[in-house]
């Protein structure tokens, strides 16, 4: 089952395309910068995004570790022989690792990536903060990537608003 409901609203230049994904991940999470282009090039292999535990530990003022958020993927990352396998062209959803990834932020869409401790009938109007694996949560050990717009409906979709990142 996707994590994303196809009904979603993008902002002006909600995504980037200048990343590359080394690892498997499912979509529909936060990602976060592993690495940063050394020239400032779309093509740079190291540009670099992955899951927040695969993400380095940045100092910030107040001296705690951060990551670097960089919005959610609507692609799945896998892993797999390309030489025994073909790939379904027409399948945009999922790519091979370190194969090119978009990355959007500046969007609102519903989404099943919810950390499992939530109560999902009380998240609307709460501040949108991510876990290690990038699922959504409430508890504020991450930095703040958008809001909650409304609690879970039956098959457990939140709808949630992805701010412009990285802010």
Not at 19 to 29: D, I, N, T
Not at 34 to 39: L, R
Not at 45 to 53: A, H, T, W
Request: proline share 7%.
């Amino acid at each position: 089952m996707r994590n994303w409901k196809p009904t979603m609203n993008f902002g002006p230049q909600s995504s980037d395309i200048s990343f590359f994904a080394p690892e498997p991940m499912q979509e529909g999470g936060i990602v976060c910068a592993i690495s940063f282009s050394n020239d400032g090039s779309w093509d740079d292999p190291n540009s670099k995004i992955g899951l927040p535990n695969m993400a380095p530990q940045f100092g910030t003022a107040e001296g705690l570790k951060a990551t670097i958020p960089l919005g959610t993927t609507l692609q799945e990352v896998v892993d797999y022989d390309h030489t025994r396998f073909a790939r379904d062209m027409s399948d945009i959803e999922i790519v091979r690792t370190h194969s090119k990834v978009a990355v959007y932020s500046d969007f609102t869409g519903c989404t099943r990536r919810i950390a499992s401790t939530e109560d999902l009938s009380a998240l609307a109007g709460k501040p949108l903060y991510y876990d290690e694996l990038g699922n959504f949560t409430t508890v504020a050990n991450s930095p703040v990537v958008g809001t909650f717009m409304s609690n879970g409906d039956a098959d457990g979709y939140v709808r949630v608003y992805i701010k412009k990142l990285p802010a």
